[in-house]
């Protein structure tokens, strides 16, 4: 089992930065891709950013030039730096690592970006 903590969500004005991070612990041996999703009330989950173990990024659409995702594969913790947030950014974001084909999921963390 993999267990996954993160931090750095809150209330943020539109414009502002916040930056999450999420540290993996347990059976975290052979752990390749980590990444974030989000999830908006009333929509569906949907991938903002991943990052391979080699360090190739991609992003979603809606994120690119605005949030850079980064790892420290020694501390085995996965960062979303968050900048020039608007409205539409928020939702419950949720870390993501995958360990071989088996994904593992952290609990979210809120994002609120007033206008």
């Known amino acids: 089992q993999v267990q996954l903590v993160e931090s750095g969500g809150g209330l943020v004005q539109a414009g502002g930065s916040l930056r999450l991070s999420c540290a993996a612990s347990?059976?975290?041996?052979?752990?390749?891709?980590m990444g974030w999703y989000r999830q908006a009330p009333g929509k569906q989950r949907s991938l903002v950013a991943s990052?391979?173990?080699?360090?190739?990024?991609s992003y979603a659409d809606s994120v690119k030039g605005r949030f850079t995702i980064s790892r420290d594969n020694p501390k085995n913790t996965v960062y979303l730096q968050m900048d020039s947030l608007k409205p539409e950014d928020t939702a419950v974001y949720y870390c993501i690592v995958y360990r071989g084909l088996i994904s593992y999921w952290g609990h979210g963390t809120q994002v609120t970006v007033s206008s």
């Open positions: 347990g059976s975290i041996f052979g752990i390749n891709v």
């Open positions: 990052i391979s173990n080699g360090g190739s990024t």
